[in-house]
């Protein structure tokens, strides 16, 4: 059965400041509890006209903050969807995010828990450390993951989608047995025995409509995957000045 998998991060009641990372960048990745109700019910509602299980549609999110307790769960279990949640480690316990006793709790309930590294390196950042750092990010992230949980884990996500050989290598020799990834796309491909599961982003600007588009619509998805390899060619021929090519691009809209 195909899955379509989408991508979250923080959900909040009243103020996007409640919950996880604050930096600029991370703000857009947020959405109100009103929004993601109102998606979480039409694609319940869809499942259930197509006869689908609630399986087929999976709900992915990242970093770890304090709504994957306090929002995310209820709307998600209310709806009959369990979530798959992906923790940076190092900001357990700190202001906006969760606690160890959080994380157990989501477990208990049922929801997947798996790591998304440990410090949270931006792209660039990811990108200027070696094969040492890149490991130790992923050591320390599973290590305390499978501490905090008493078993080891079997899922991780990928910040900023930042990925290499070392990486995977080292995720599959771990006992990885899924890596998800930003890439917009239902084509799950392989890196040894670990798969790569491709995922859509929900953004603070992504409508009801839109969400659904993805969900029933398989030319709406191929469009997403389309414009996603076209934006990764350009990445790899301008090489560092696709950054400050997006930027002025974003700050012309
Ligand atoms: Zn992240």
């Excluded at 923080?10 to 409640?18: A, F, G, H, P, T």
């Excluded at 906006?96 to 929801?111: Q, S, V, W």
């Amino acid at each position: 059965m195909k899955q379509i998998v989408l991508m979250y991060h923080d959900v909040y009641c009243k103020d996007v400041k409640e919950s996880g990372f604050q930096a600029i960048g991370a703000i857009p990745y947020k959405i109100t509890k009103n929004a993601f109700e109102e998606q979480v019910k039409a694609i319940s509602q869809y499942c259930e006209a197509k006869l689908l299980p609630k399986s087929s549609v999976v709900f992915t999110f990242d970093d770890g903050g304090i709504s994957f307790s306090t929002v995310i769960p209820e709307v998600l279990e209310k709806y009959g969807f369990k979530g798959l949640f992906y923790i940076s480690t190092q900001y357990i316990g700190t202001e906006r995010f969760l606690t160890e006793e959080h994380i157990r709790e989501l477990a208990a309930n049922g929801h997947e828990i798996g790591a998304h590294s440990h410090s949270h390196p931006a792209y660039d950042e990811a990108a200027s450390m070696n094969a040492d750092q890149l490991r130790n990010e992923w050591k320390e992230s599973i290590g305390i993951m499978n501490r905090i949980l008493g078993t080891n884990i079997k899922s991780v996500s990928l910040p900023n989608g930042y990925s290499t050989k070392v990486v995977l290598d080292y995720l599959e020799e771990q006992g990885i047995e899924r890596i998800y990834i930003s890439t917009p796309t239902t084509r799950i491909s392989h890196h040894g025995s670990a798969q790569l599961i491709g995922r859509y982003a929900i953004q603070m600007g992504t409508s009801l409509q839109q969400v659904m588009a993805v969900i029933n619509s398989p030319m709406t998805r191929m469009k997403y995957q389309l414009k996603s390899e076209i934006l990764q060619i350009a990445k790899k021929l301008l090489g560092s000045s696709y950054s400050t090519i997006k930027r002025k691009i974003i700050s012309k809209k």
